[in-house]
């Protein structure tokens, strides 16, 4: 089941630079996205969400942009810091009936490394 | 800042045993989920939980699988009889509401079937 894909399992940047992240869904039903970021031998933190009615979500130094034509979103983290190496992942979840809790499907995660 | 916890932080139990893995969700979120990450593989969702039943679960979670609110803050995982297969990090989640599906995550307890 890859109905969400993060394709790169490994990024390395700069401190300072922009990091970019992308992920991949085939699922039409997914309105809703999240990022999370996890460190080893924690659980994952949320970061930064959008709504399928949205194209472009900002949150000071995250920012996450979804393009539902080619179903693709990317993050975008504006300046990288040492402080931001950690393993990300894309997730998404589906419309339910009224009521139903909204399962999340995620990625496999990317390894960012942002060095000094 | 409110937090899931999730109890045990490691759990070692012999094949064919019982584990219940606890978590408490934050107080006011109405709905809650355990996934799982075997190592090396994704996180996958096991089951979501509102208005005390079950709303939905993976092909994952069989019949050797249950949760339980017992009382108004616990939520717990049992697994009846542990396969060498169910050893993985199993996180707890917890969202406020469901349109805005924000899941808060807990730490993880890592269980190892020996």
């Known amino acids: 089941d890859q109905q969400v894909k993060q394709n790169s399992p490994s990024l390395s940047v700069q401190e300072g630079r922009i990091s970019i992240l992308n992920c991949d869904y085939t699922n039409s039903m997914f309105d809703y996205f999240l990022w999370y970021k996890k460190y080893p031998a924690e659980g994952p933190t949320f970061l930064i969400s959008?709504?399928?009615?949205?194209d472009k979500n900002e949150d000071g130094r995250f920012t996450v942009f979804l393009n539902k034509s080619a179903k693709h979103l990317s993050l975008h983290i504006v300046p990288s810091q040492p402080g931001d190496s950690a393993v990300y992942f894309c997730a998404a979840s589906a419309v339910r009936s009224s009521g139903s809790a909204r399962q999340l499907t995620f990625g496999s995660g990317t390894q960012l490394t942002v060095l000094p | 800042e409110p937090e899931v916890t999730q109890t045990p932080s490691h759990q070692v139990t012999q094949m064919g045993q019982e584990v219940i893995l606890r978590c408490v969700p934050i107080s006011n979120h109405l709905y809650f989920y355990w996934y799982r990450q075997i190592l090396g593989q994704k996180v996958e969702f096991l089951v979501s939980f509102y208005n005390n039943e079950i709303s939905e679960k993976s092909e994952i979670f069989d019949d050797q699988f249950s949760v339980e609110r017992p009382d108004g803050s616990n939520f717990t995982l049992k697994i009846r009889s542990t396969k060498l297969e169910d050893s993985a990090m199993y996180f707890c989640?917890?969202?406020?509401?469901?349109?805005?599906?924000?899941?808060?995550f807990g730490a993880g307890t890592r269980l190892s079937v020996l």
């Open positions: 959008i709504s399928s009615i949205k």
């Open positions: 989640a917890s969202s406020e509401g469901q349109v805005k599906n924000i899941q808060y």
